[in-house]
């Protein structure tokens, strides 16, 4: 690994770790729906903002309801789930929760999907989980 790559690793740990210390601080005052919407508007600018600079087409007049539809369910209801457990959790505490997102994905496609997990699946989820 360059140390480029390990400075950018670092440092994208560290911002990602942060934010859930900023949302310890901020849901209190701000109220878990504002804090997710927060996050969703700066993560939504920041995406706007490097697909023009990167001159790319995103087709949005075609496809609103799909970048809704995904973005409700994988960016807006999670963060608004974290900033409600903001309120009462510490922020190590939802750090952890989050590293196990990968695991409950598995659990989730087991009881919901019928897919039975292979033992390559589990390790993988084990090792993003333990990241």
Not at 10 to 37: D, N
Not at 59 to 87: D, K, M, Q, T
Not at 95 to 111: D, K, Y
């Amino acid at each position: 690994m360059k140390p480029g790559d390990l400075t950018r690793l670092v440092t994208l740990a560290a911002i990602w770790s942060l934010s859930f210390v900023f949302m310890r601080v901020v849901a209190p005052p701000l109220g878990p729906v504002w804090t997710a919407a927060l996050r969703v508007l700066i993560g939504g600018a920041a995406l706007v903002a490097w697909l023009a600079y990167s001159r790319q087409d995103a087709n949005l007049r075609e496809y609103w309801r799909a970048y809704l539809l995904i973005g409700a369910v994988n960016s807006a209801l999670p963060f608004f789930l974290f900033a409600y457990a903001a309120l009462t959790l510490p922020a190590s505490y939802m750090a952890i929760l989050n590293a196990m997102v990968p695991l409950f994905a598995v659990a989730w496609a087991w009881m919901l999907l019928g897919e039975t997990p292979t033992l390559p699946m589990f390790l993988a989820g084990a090792l993003m989980g333990i990241q």
